[in-house]
C-alpha cells in the first residue's frame, strides 16, 4: 500500500514544529539556568557583606564595652 503523501507532508510539519519548539524550550532553559546562576552568585557575595558587616558590629559593640567599663566607678569631677 503507497504511503499517502498528504499524511507523509502532515507528519513533517509537525515534527519540525514539535523540533523548533523543543529548541526553543533549551534554548529559554538554558538562560534560566544562567540567570539562576548569576542570583546564586549574587546572594554569595550578599551574604559574605552581611558576615563582613556582623563581624565588624561586633567589634564596635566590643568597643563601646570597653569604653563603658572603662568610666564606670570614675567619678565626673576627676576629669
Known amino acids: 500500500m503507497p504511503e499517502d503523501p498528504i499524511a507523509q507532508s502532515e507528519l513533517a510539519a509537525l515534527t519540525r514544529r ?4 523543543a529548541d526553543k524550550h533549551d534554548r529559554e532553559f ?6 539562576l ?15 563582613a558587616l556582623d563581624k565588624k558590629i ?15 566607678g570614675r567619678r565626673p569631677d576627676a576629669g
Open 30 to 35: 538554558g538562560i534560566m539556568k544562567s540567570d
Open 58 to 72: 561586633d567589634r564596635n559593640q566590643a568597643q563601646i564595652i570597653e569604653l563603658l567599663t572603662e568610666l564606670v
Open 18 to 21: 514539535f523540533e523548533e519548539v
Open 37 to 51: 546562576t548569576a542570583v546564586r552568585l549574587q546572594i554569595g557575595n550578599l551574604d559574605q557583606k552581611v558576615e
